[in-house]
């Protein structure tokens, strides 16, 4: 893909995924049941 056509301007890295994990392994994601987490920085909404 290229970053410039991406809806954010850049590639993901290992890190937002990260985060993304975190959240899920956080009590902060207590209340959250049944998500499908799409980690592609908007480019399905394309």
């Not at 590639?11 to 009590?27: E, H, M, N, P, R």
């Amino acid at each position: 893909m290229i970053v410039a056509e991406h809806p954010i301007g850049r590639i993901g890295t290992a890190d937002d995924v990260a985060k993304a994990i975190l959240y899920f392994a956080s009590d902060d994601s207590s209340w959250t049941t049944g998500a499908v987490l799409v980690l592609d920085g908007g480019a399905s909404t394309k």
